[in-house]
């Protein structure tokens, strides 16, 4: 039961993070496209619940396809990128209502951490995620309570785009999460699997709804920088912009780790990795939170669209031809030894 539970965070942790909680990820996804944001959240729910549960499956060969191919090590170096931009240029949001010298402070602070986990790893933000996720989340939602209320009106449009979109919103998480799905699977029997990818489906998509409500009902929040943020600026924006600064913070320090990592496989250089790993990233959030999300993550999708069918269907069929092979490799072994019996 505590392992579903750590798996269940594990995948929440994943697609919960400050673009999110920010709103800005669900305005480019969904709430832009209207009242047809509504029937593209049941596709997703359909799409995570199959692929979560493909992944768990089959955990321990997806871990291996990845680590040795350079392609797939290649476009998951540039997710994580992508999305360690986006960390920081939330966190550089989040930062800009203060004194800029304490700003300065707490920026190069977190520059330090992040050059720490580099160097020494990052098991101790692993359960510092598996502390902070559920708090994380129940606050949003328990927020997210407080200002819900049915959309006066929609404004639907581009029916089979919003489709399209909530596929590659599908694509973006699960491509930059099929790592950690696979880790998570392989302590997990069948009927473990099956329940841990309902319920993280299910959870992620009613957040997803509600979210999704409160933004349809506050339109113009739709084109700000972090809508939800602006949601609540009369009143609880201090609470939520420390819950999206946990999502930030969280969600960079796991995927400094994981960027690292790869690029340790391809590159030897430690100067060099630390440059590609946390410096890139930091030169690329200048470009801002907004521009990211917007330009950067559509772009994420169809790498990870990429990644994915790679790892759906090409990786089956390398799998069964290999099987092929041992067999026809075991009937030929066996035909000579039948040769080879003197009457």
């Known amino acids: 039961m505590l392992q579903e539970v750590f798996a269940v965070l594990a995948i929440l942790g994943m697609v919960v993070g400050s673009g999110f909680i920010s709103g800005k990820e669900v305005v480019v ?49 540039l997710l994580c990128t992508i999305f360690s931009a986006a ?6 949001n989040l930062l800009s209502f203060g004194e800029k010298w304490i700003n300065f402070a707490v920026f ?9 986990i580099f160097k020494k790893g990052g098991k101790f933000f692993n359960k510092l995620n598996i502390m902070l996720v559920p708090i994380m989340i129940f606050v949003f939602v328990v927020l997210l309570f407080s200002k819900i209320e049915m959309p006066k009106s929609f404004s639907s449009s581009h029916g089979v785009v919003s489709i399209f ?60 920088e972090m809508p939800v943020l ?75 669209g990429v990644l994915l069918v790679r790892l759906f269907f090409v990786f089956p069929l390398k799998r069964s031809d290999k099987q092929i092979h041992a067999s026809c490799k075991n009937a030929k072994k066996k035909n000579a030894c039948h040769h080879d019996v003197e009457f």
């Open 87 to 92: 960390m920081f240029g939330g966190i550089n």
């Open 108 to 116: 190069f602070l977190i520059l330090l951490i992040c050059a720490l």
């Open 230 to 304: 602006s949601i609540f600026s009369s009143g609880g924006s201090a609470v939520v912009a420390l819950v999206v600064f946990i999502g930030c913070l969280t969600t960079l320090f796991s995927i400094v780790y994981s960027c690292s990592s790869l690029v340790r496989g391809m590159i030897k250089n430690e100067h060099l990795n630390f440059t590609i790993s946390i410096i890139l990233p930091l030169v690329l959030s200048v470009w801002g939170f907004s521009n990211i999300v917007q330009h950067l993550y559509p772009l994420a999708s169809v790498m990870g």
């Open 165 to 224: 979109y909530a596929c590659l919103y599908c694509l973006l998480n699960l491509a930059n999460g099929c790592v950690v799905l696979a880790e998570v699977g392989k302590n997990l029997n069948k009927k473990q699997k099956a329940r841990v990818a309902f319920i993280s489906a299910l959870v992620l998509c009613v957040v997803l709804l509600l979210t999704n409500i409160v933004l349809l009902a506050h339109p113009a929040a739709l084109d700000e």
């Open 29 to 77: 996804f969904f709430s832009r496209f209207g009242a047809w944001s509504f029937l593209s959240i049941p596709l997703v729910f359909v799409i995570f619940l199959c692929a979560f549960r493909f992944i768990l499956n089959k955990a321990g060969g997806i871990l291996e396809m990845v680590q040795k191919s350079k392609v797939l090590t290649l476009i998951n170096l």
